[in-house]
């Protein structure tokens, strides 16, 4: 079935430095993929997304890369700063079938 | 604009008790969605709707069902509560014919106990 592999698990960085997170997908019909940040006791936020006829886009320090072929995308931080420790998730939405899957998700902890 | 809402925000139950969860937007979203977060396992989809009156299978949707009667409701059944269970549950809706073409805007979550 469906499926999203997101690593690293858990990611610790120096601020001021850059973070990468990357995610693969099995359904070759996505066609949507969103990166959701959530802190303690609270909802997953979008923070960007992208869909399958853009290979890059960016908003200020967070920008998403997608590669079709190889089916994986990732999320690139940079210039962290202690704010964005959290808890980052990828998904994948289908043409279709309009379901969501999700990565298991990265906890980020930028030290100060 | 109150977005997604969700009813109630905390349900502690006995093993065997049913109770319902509602799930409210005011966003005029075609889809909705019912996931349950368990620690380390990400958000799994248990079902969701792409319009009213229909609805499908997620990931995990045994001991679980669903009714989406009006477009800005979908409700989520446990018939008889389980240990299992025991997760915060997000509700989440999509797509308007004339707005969002794919971000979800999640609820605050439930978090149900069962004991």
């Known amino acids: 079935g469906e499926n999203v592999e997101q690593h690293p698990s858990t990611l610790s960085v120096q601020e001021g430095d850059s973070a990468v997170i990357k995610c693969t997908y099995s359904?070759?019909?996505?066609?949507?993929f969103p990166w959701y940040k959530q802190e303690l006791g609270k909802r997953p936020q979008l923070i960007i997304d992208?869909?399958?006829?853009?290979g890059e886009k960016k908003d200020q320090r967070i920008a998403v890369t997608l590669n079709k072929t190889a089916k994986h995308f990732s999320l690139h931080i940079t210039e962290t700063q202690p704010e964005d420790s959290a808890v980052y998730f990828c998904?994948?939405?289908?043409?279709?079938?309009?379901?969501?899957?999700f990565g298991t998700g990265t906890r980020l902890k930028v030290l100060a | 604009n109150a977005g997604v809402t969700q009813t109630p925000k905390f349900r502690v139950l006995k093993t065997g008790q049913s109770m319902t969860l509602l799930c409210a937007q005011d966003?005029?979203?075609?889809?909705m969605y019912w996931y349950r977060q368990d620690p380390g396992m990400g958000l799994r989809l248990i079902h969701y709707?792409?319009?009213?009156?229909?609805?499908a299978k997620g990931e995990v949707p045994d001991g679980y069902n669903v009714s989406r009667l009006k477009k800005q409701n979908f409700l989520l059944g446990l018939e008889s509560a389980a240990p299992s269970q025991t997760s915060v549950y997000f509700c989440?809706?999509?797509?308007?014919?004339?707005?969002?073409?794919?971000?979800?805007?999640f609820g605050p979550g439930t978090r149900l106990t069962v004991l």
């Open positions: 966003m005029n979203h075609e889809y």
């Open positions: 992208i869909r399958s006829n853009v």
């Open positions: 359904d070759s019909a996505s066609n949507y």
């Open positions: 709707s792409v319009g009213e009156g229909t609805t």
């Open positions: 998904a994948a939405r289908s043409t279709g079938t309009y379901k969501y899957i």
């Open positions: 989440a809706s999509s797509y308007s014919t004339s707005g969002s073409w794919g971000e979800q805007f």
